[in-house]
C-alpha cells in the first residue's frame, strides 16, 4: 500500500513537472518524428551528423549558462534546436551540422534586440550554412505526402501549441497557405482538388507550421501582430514558390520575414514569451 | 574576399533551391487504331543555372506514320532549340547506370590463390517513337495561336499557344490528331500557366532516308527557372501505371524530387547464383515489391555518380565501358567541351512508376549538393572450387551453407519470390561437410524460405507496421505522462 502510495506521488511530480512545460512536449513529438523518418521512411541517415548537431548545440548552449548567466533550464531549447536540424537538415559533412548548431545557438544569444532573440534558432542555423557552404541543402519531398502522416505531426504539434498557447501562429499561416493555394491550383488554373490535397498534405509544410513559424520567443509579442505576420510569411512562401519555383519556400520565407518583428513589436507592445517551468510555478 | 565568397555562395544557392524546368511527357495521340499506350518512356535532364535540356525518347509501338505527340512547355522554342539525336546515347546512359549484378568467386581455404571478381549485366532498355501530315486549318477559330512552325530532320514541329483547353482540343481533333477524351482537363491548367505547345509529327519521306523505321529522339534545350517533368499529360491516354526512367546530369550532385520522396533502391545484397538467368525478370520483381512497400507514390534512385572526366573510378565494378565525353555532349552536357577537362558531371537515375491515382502532380526536382555514390547491384558468389580435404574447410563450408541460406532468405526478401531449386542449392555441399547441420540431421525444418513460402508473390505486403506502433506507444506514453496523474488525483479517495 505505502508502495503504491509513493509510486503515486511519484508519479504525481513527474507528470506535473512534465506538464509545466510546453517544450517537453516539443522534445517528445520531434524525436517521435525523427524515429517516423528514420524507421519507417528509411530516410538515408548519417548518424555522426545528429551527434555532430546536438553538440555543436549544446556547447555553445553550456557555454552561455557557464558563463551569459543564461538560466539552465534553456538546455532543453537547444535539444529542440539540435532535433529540428536533424529533421531538416542534409549536408555532406558532419561539420557543417556543427556549425549550423553553433550558428543557431550563437545567433540566439548574440543577437538579442531588447532581451529578444530575432530569428528561429534552427531556421537561422539551416538558412545560413545553406548560403555559406553551398554543401546543404533541405529535402521538402523527404517526408512524402499523406493524410495519416499529417494527421501524425497535427497531433504532434497541436499537444504542443495547446501548451504554449500560440495556436493562432500556426492556424493562421497554413489557412492562408490553403486559400491562396486554392484560388491559384483550383480556381485559375482549374486543376483537381487531389493536386491541391497532395500539395497541402507535404509533411515538411506541417512540420514548418507546427514546429517552426509557432517558436513564441521569436513570434511578435502582440496577438494580432502573430496573425498578421502569420498571414504575411504564408503570402511569401506563396508567392516564392508558385512565382518562382523556389524549393521549401517557408523557410526562406521565414527567415526574411522574421526582421519585420523587431517593428511589429515596436508598434504593438506587449511582454515577451517567458518559457514556464516547474520551479517558476 | 569575404565578400566573394559570400556572393557565391548565393548563387550556389540559388543554383541549388531555386530552379525547376518544364517539358516531356507529352501524350501520344496517334490516328486511327495505333496503340495509343505509352507504358515507358525515358528521358534525359541536364540542368545548368537556369538551362535546361532535355531529351525525350519513347517506344511508340505503331505504325510511325500516325505518331504525334503533344508536349507542354515553359517558352517558346527556336529552330535551333531542337535537335534530333541518336538513339545510341540512351542506350550507353542505359547500360552504364542499370541495376546490376556482381560476381565474386571464394577463394578454396585449403590452396592459396587469390579471388578474382567479375561484374556481368546490365538491365535492358527501351526504345523510342513518332507521325502524320497534318493540314493546318483556320487557327484563330479556335483560338489556337501557331506560334512558330520547323521541319527538324525527320520531325515536323508546330509551337502552339492557345486561350482555351476546348478550343486547343477541336484544332488538335480538325487537323487529325487523336486526342484521348481526358486531355481536356489537363491542358487548361497548362494553357493557364502560359505554356506553350510543342507538337510533333514524323515526316514520312524524310523518315525513310534517316532510321530504319525507329524514332530518334528530341531533344530541346530552354531556360526557365522551372524544373520540373509534365507527367499528367501522359496519364491522360495510358490506363494504369507509365515507368519513367529519368537520367539527370548536374554540376553539383544528385537530382531530386521535392515533391515525392526519393529512395533508394535495395542495394548490396547476396542472391542464390541460380538467379543470374533471369535477373532482369528478378529485378522487376524486386522493383514492383520496393514499389508497393513505398506505397506507390515514391521515385526511386537507381544509381547516382560523379562521371566527371577527371574521376577514375565511375563504378564499381563496371557494367561495360564508360559513356565517352561524345557521349555526355550528345546527351546535352553543355558545359563539358575539350577545353574543359575539369568539368564535373554528376549522374543519377531515378525510376518513377506513375499513376494517376498517385501521382496528382506533376514531377518537381530540386539539384542537391549531394555527391555521394550509389549504385543498385546485387551480388552472386561462387563457391570454392577443388577439393575441400582440409581442416579449415569445414568451417568454409559451414559459412557457405549459412551464406546460402541467407542468400535464399533475401531472394525472397527483395522479391517474393521462392524456387524449388533453393533447397537443392543450400544443400549442395552438405555431402562435403563432416558435423551436419542441426536441421538436416534432424530433417524437420524445410531449408527453404525462412518466411515458410506460403506466399510466393509477396506482391503487395506492406511495410512492417512495428515502427509505427512505437510511435503510437510513444505517443500515447507522452499522453499518460500528462494526463494520469490528474486523473489519479480525481479517483483517489478523499
Redesign the interface.
Known sequence: MALISHL?SR??K???W??SDGRH?QI??Q??LL??GI????W?SDYFNFVAAFSGCLIVQLLAIRFAGLPSHSIKSALITSLGLCLLL?T?SPILFFLAGWFAIGQKILLKISGKHLWNPANFGIVLV????????I????????ALLVL?IG??GL?VLSRIKRMETGLVFIAVLFALEYCRTIL?????W??L???MS?GSLWLFTLFMITDPMTNPNGKWARIIWAGAVACLSFYLSNF?????APF?ALFFATPVNIILDYLVKRPAFQWKTADQK | MKKNIILTSIALLFSSLGMMLYSFCGFYVAKADASLFNNKSEVIIVRDGIHNVITMSSDFKGDLKDFAMVVPVPVLLKENDIRVVERNVFNVLNDYSAPRLVEYYDQNPCYDYFSKDEMVFEMSAAPTSVGKAITLNEAKKFGVTIEAQYSIEEYEVLILSAKESTGLKDWLTANNYKIPASAEEVLQPYIKSNMKFFVVKVNAEKMKDVTSGYLRPLQLSFDHEKFMLPIRLGMANSQGSQDMIVYGFTQTGRLECTNYRTVKMPTDRKIPLFVKEKFGEFYKAIFERTYQREGRNAVFLEYAWNVSPYTAVKCDPCVGNPPYNQDFVNAGVSWLNEMNGNATIFFTRLHVRYSRGKFPADLQFQITPNNENFQCRYILTHPASGAFDCDKAQNYLSDLYNRRRNEVDEMYALAGWVDPKSTQYVREYVKDMKEKPEEIKNEILPVAPGDGGGNNNGIGDKKSPAPFLVVALLLGLTWFAAYAGKWMKKLRPV
Open positions: 503515486d508519479l504525481q513527474t507528470t506535473e512534465f506538464r512536449f517528445i513529438s524525436l517521435t524515429c517516423y524507421f519507417y521512411l528509411s538515408d542534409k555532406n545553406i548560403l555559406i557552404s553551398g554543401d546543404a541543402w529535402s521538402p519531398g523527404q517526408w512524402g505526402s499523406g501524425l497531433a504532434l499537444s485559375y488554373l482549374g486543376w483537381d487531389d493536386l490535397f497532395h500539395k507535404s518562382h519555383f523556389i524549393n521549401g526562406w
